[in-house]
């Protein structure tokens, strides 16, 4: 089989409303820590030996800052010009954006993806509403690169959001089984096409935080 497009998806690294436990919607990320600077470069160097051999098209980016952070070092490394996809955030918080996850999901009775068609908050979309609205975002980058590699600078919830789209799972009323996703892992999906010209895309890694060894960081 031979590899056509591929898709690079990285979770942002380390952010200071992970360490907080707060929501970190669009007015209330701060950024990336140090530590998750840190693994956001060593994720960079990574993709860089790889960019040199085998070259990375296209980048994109979540609008948020944490993931516009993790952009810019992983530019500064590839000389990508990050583009900003902004139905590419994550889950629309409403009134719980800033505040703390613990006091959220137990008004909540859970993670968004407990009750998928329910809002957390006042003003806040549901998990399937956001399901719906990055994959389809997903899909249109991918129709504009075929035969071409892309990466995007993404959240945990984007890399949930490409099981569905590549798995297609339907959005119903149940939470389905997820998928962990440590700060600065490397998620690879490739359109594989064998010699009957059947295509299909499949899934060569996933959490892969290779580049943070020898320490064996795992995400916080």
């Not at 380390?14 to 470069?41: F, I, K, P, Y």
């Not at 096409?193 to 580049?211: C, K, Q, S």
């Amino acid at each position: 089989m031979s590899v056509t497009t591929e898709l690079l998806l990285v979770r942002h690294g380390e952010a200071h409303c992970n360490v907080s436990g707060r929501v970190g919607g669009e007015g209330t990320c701060t950024g990336l820590t140090e530590h998750g600077r840190g693994q956001v470069s060593r994720l960079a160097h990574r993709l860089r030996r790889e960019h040199a051999t085998t070259p990375i098209n296209a980048l994109y980016t979540s609008p948020r800052r944490r993931t516009l952070e993790t952009a810019s070092l992983l530019s500064e490394e590839l000389g990508l010009e990050p583009h900003v996809m902004p139905a590419l955030r994550g889950l629309d918080h409403g009134e719980a954006d800033g505040r703390p996850w613990s006091t959220i999901k137990t008004r909540f009775g859970g993670r968004p993806q407990r009750y998928p068609n329910k809002a957390i908050a006042p003003g806040a979309e549901s998990w399937n509403t956001y399901l719906d609205r990055c994959r389809a975002t997903l899909q249109r980058i991918l129709e504009a690169h075929i035969g071409e590699r892309v990466l995007i600078a993404a959240h945990g919830e984007t890399i949930e959001a490409s099981f569905t789209l590549f798995y297609r799972l339907a959005l119903d009323g149940q939470e389905h089984p997820g998928q962990v996703t440590s700060h600065a892992c490397l998620t690879r999906w490739q359109y594989h096409r064998n010699r009957f010209d059947h295509g299909v895309w499949m899934l060569a890694g996933h959490n892969d935080t290779r580049h943070l060894e020898p320490q064996g960081e795992e995400g916080r």
